[in-house]
């Protein structure tokens, strides 16, 4: 893999500096009082910028119509399976992450431990070899390099991502339809979680597809800027030229838990009907998508 971020303008390599220090800060502040040995031994072993600012194709431009902002994509390695838990040990460190004061750049990051990552590289995971390929090391504890990536045969990678299609998609269809008739039911927290789980699952759809991999989260920022790493097209799905296009999505991406559990939660009709229509549009974008890679893995299979 790379390294070095020359490439990358000098407030970004200071965001990026900064966000490497919080990232050790609450992971050793989640491991203090562990005694559980896997604890005491824990250590992050590397921390990989992968994505549109390791190849140098970021978009960052918040003030424009469309409003579009690339994230810091990263990739931490953990020495412990264990130590993946995202709940358990990293939860706090993506909240400090969205409140940081001099870091205005978006930062999404998933955890997996060393065993994981080579494993995913011999298996010809598509996710896991880009990052070996075009993903830069901004901190490593040892200089122990990834396994070699094994690509997948193309009859191989043609199988999986049309099971991916055909087992995942139906899901974000049916969704999308239970949040339809809820919405007209006046069942508006049943809509809007409904909307959720049909965009987490559009989203998933998309990655395993065309990755062979989608995170295990059920924040659909997250998974919406992962996808829109790979097909950036897919931003213009959501508007962010209006502040309120903004707070709706966030208001439906804390629908996951917070329909079900809040009294609080609330989500007009105006919102829930503009999010259909962008949850409609977005499902449509990403069954040409994957149709189209499915089309090509067919046309390499066949050769």
């Excluded at 991916?164 to 339809?180: L, T, W």
Aim: hydrophobic fraction near 40%; proline fraction near 4%; charged fraction near 30%.
């Amino acid at each position: 893999m790379k390294s070095g971020i020359d490439h990358l303008p000098p407030v970004k390599q200071r965001e990026l500096a900064r966000v490497i220090e919080v990232l050790h800060e609450e992971f050793e502040d989640a491991l203090k009082e562990g005694t559980a040995d896997f604890k005491k031994r824990g250590r992050i072993l590397k921390i990989v910028l992968f994505g549109s600012y390791a190849r140098g194709t970021f978009v960052d431009e918040p003030h424009t119509k469309k409003g579009y902002r690339s994230d810091f994509d990263l990739l931490v390695i953990v020495n412990n399976r264990k130590l993946a838990d995202f709940a358990t040990y990293w939860n706090k460190a993506a909240d400090r992450l969205m409140r940081l004061p001099d870091v205005k750049t978006p930062v999404s990051f998933i955890v997996h431990s060393r065993r994981e990552v080579n494993t995913a590289l011999k298996q010809g995971q598509y996710f896991f070899v880009d990052i070996r390929r075009d993903g830069i090391v901004l901190y490593e504890l040892d200089d122990e390099p990834l396994a070699n990536p094994h690509p997948a045969k193309p009859r191989d990678a043609l199988r999986v991502a049309g099971d991916y299609f055909q087992d995942r998609m139906p899901h974000a269809e049916k969704f999308a339809k239970g949040a339809r008739f809820y919405s007209q039911e006046g069942d508006f927290k049943e809509a809007a979680f409904l909307l959720h789980q049909s965009i987490e699952q559009a989203y998933a759809t998309l990655l395993l597809v065309l990755t062979n991999y989608s995170p295990p989260s059920h924040n659909i920022k997250f998974l919406r800027s992962l996808a829109e790493d790979q097909v950036q097209d897919l931003a213009d799905v959501w508007p962010r030229d209006q502040q309120r296009y903004i707070a709706w999505f966030n208001i439906i991406n804390e629908a996951y838990v917070k329909a079900r559990y809040s009294r609080h939660y609330e989500i007009s009709q105006e919102a829930l009907f503009w999010l259909s229509e962008r949850v409609a549009a977005l499902i449509t974008q990403v069954e040409t998508i994957c149709q189209a890679h499915i089309e090509r893995l067919k046309r390499q299979a066949e050769t």
